[in-house]
């Protein structure tokens, strides 16, 4: 049974940092690309980050480059987002996913597993 647990959300104010992270069990993890999105209320889940199986290439959304920081420990089996400077627009429900055929990264449907998400709120 696939299972990706995020963990390391909560409420900052902005200008500060969080560090997500979410643990794959089930999986074959190093086979994965794995990626981060995020949904706010009444929003579509919006594309974030992505990470090759190896963390040999990374993309980032236009509105978080430079601030965020995806990353990978594969012998952990587990994805991290280090997000910094933080904006009250960052706010949201933040998802990771993992995605085995590797067509794609920046559209959800291109992932075949999703964690449940991790609340991220930034006040001003």
């Known amino acids: 049974q696939v299972q990706l647990v995020e963990s390391g959300g909560g409420l900052v104010q902005a200008g500060g940092s969080l560090r997500l992270s979410c643990a794959a069990s089930?999986?074959?993890?190093?086979?994965?690309?794995m990626g981060w999105f995020r949904q706010a209320p009444g929003k579509e889940r919006d594309f974030v980050a992505a990470i090759t199986w190896n963390g040999g290439t990374t993309h980032y959304a236009d509105s978080v480059k430079g601030r965020f920081t995806i990353s990978r420990d594969n012998r952990k089996n587990t994805v991290y987002l280090q997000m910094n400077a933080l904006k009250p627009e960052d706010t949201g429900v933040y998802y990771c996913a993992a995605d085995l055929s590797v067509q794609g990264y920046a559209a959800a449907y291109y992932y075949d597993y999703w964690g449940q998400g991790t609340q991220v709120t930034v006040s001003l």
């Open positions: 089930g999986v074959n993890f190093s086979r994965y690309l």
